[in-house]
């Protein structure tokens, strides 16, 4: 765990390159604590120059020996060059009281991301962000069959599921069935705040994306495998020569034979982004062939193609992350809007230009996460009744 003292310093430097004004006590307390860490000074330097914060560092990344190697190469040049008023600390730190204090710096500024680069926004300004067209699904993850019964996949209902089901934490798995002629519908709904992995009774694996509703045949017959998504889901389909892969969803239709690709239908801007192999992606008539690294995007009128700026952005929600990649405020308050099943009232126009990259762990609380946009953007949010209202 960090040390008290190295996040107040971190605090108090964020503050800094806020434009924020200390008062003299946190004047001397900064000093204090840059005399006590000494190497925070040369990353201090190093933020005051840039024009801009640029996209978060990864910590868990973090190469101890190569930063522990910058460190003893910035400190020996500043040995001869103290800052004003900063007495130089008398024992000689530690390879990891250095490596920490700067780590702790490093933490702060990735821990979520900021990039105020001057671009136009991608769409016109926002006014006010709205939540998915379809309203967030409540309570567990539920299995509905044939539009009839409803399981919970978690507690005593995942227990009692139908023959040729089972539930493993959070893995959905089709099994071997002795009832072959048994083939029922079966809608799979996964509400905000949840995800779930899924293994089709052809061996296809799904992973399931919060506020999400997948509908298939709980066995797959005849000369094609055929399923219905609402939401995002990410696909490792299983190779089938004979018998394609086919996603409905709203805006268009997916074909696949074997591959892995990500299908994002949360809004009227649908998004298939292809990580292995080849798919056909159709819309209104016209089909577009896409390879690994490129995406389709359709409104369900118009539909092309493109490659993928940044795979991170795409797979990040797999591993309980938010992920951003140059995306207005508006753009990040709508994924958010999504995972925690809140409404957001955009008020605040100042920074409708500015772009945001990086990400943030989506285990946090909504009051967490809002804290941090505030800090990182200023902005000012107000939780109120399942909203956030957001502020000038």
């Known amino acids: 765990m960090i040390a008290k003292d190295k996040i107040e310093l971190a605090e108090l430097i964020a503050r800094l390159m806020r434009g924020e004004t200390l008062s003299t006590a946190e004047e001397d307390q900064l000093k204090t604590l840059m005399e006590l860490y000494p190497s925070s000074k040369s990353y201090f330097d190093e933020l005051l120059a840039r024009e801009t914060i640029h996209t978060a560092f990864d910590y868990r990344k973090l190469d101890m020996d190569h930063e522990w190697s910058k460190v003893l190469a910035k400190q020996s040049m500043q040995e001869t060059e103290l800052q004003e008023n900063i007495v130089p600390f008398k024992r000689k730190p530690s390879k990891w009281q250095y490596v920490a204090a700067a780590a702790s710096i490093v933490m702060l500024f990735s821990f979520f991301w900021m990039i105020t680069q001057e671009k136009k ?46 539930v493993m934490g959070k893995e959905l798995k089709y099994q071997q069935s002795n009832n072959a002629a048994y083939n029922p519908t079966h809608q799979l709904n996964v509400p905000y705040q949840n995800t779930i992995n899924l293994i089709l009774s052809d061996g296809t694996r799904v992973s399931v994306n919060a506020n999400t509703q997948l509908t298939y045949q709980s066995k797959f017959t005849g000369n094609e495998r055929r399923i219905k998504l609402k939401g995002q889901a990410y696909f490792d389909v299983a190779k089938d020569a004979k018998r394609p892969f086919i996603i409905e969803t709203e805006q268009m239709e997916i074909q696949a034979i074997g591959t892995q690709f990500d299908v994002n239908v949360y809004s009227n801007n649908a998004q298939v982004n292809l990580l292995e192999g080849e798919v056909k992606v159709s819309s209104q008539g016209k089909e577009l062939a896409i390879k690994a690294g490129e995406k389709v995007i359709s409104d369900g009128v118009k539909m092309g193609k493109a490659k993928i700026e940044n795979i991170e952005a795409v797979t990040a929600w797999r591993e309980g992350r938010f992920f951003f990649a140059n995306q207005s405020i508006g753009q990040v308050l709508n994924e958010i809007s999504r995972w925690y099943g809140i409404t957001i009232d955009f008020k605040a126009t100042r920074y409708n230009h500015k772009r945001y990259t990086g990400g943030v762990d989506k285990a946090l609380s909504l009051e967490e996460v809002c804290k941090v946009l505030g800090d990182l953007t200023n902005y000012r949010y107000k939780i109120e009744g399942g909203k956030i209202i957001v502020l000038d």
Do not use: C, F, R, W
């Open 121 to 166: 926004p991608l769409n016109q300004e926002i006014s006010k962000v709205e939540t998915a067209h379809n309203p967030p699904l409540s309570g567990a993850v539920t299995l509905q069959v044939d539009g009839g019964d409803s399981y919970a996949l978690s507690g005593h209902d995942a227990s009692n599921l139908p023959e040729g089901m089972a």
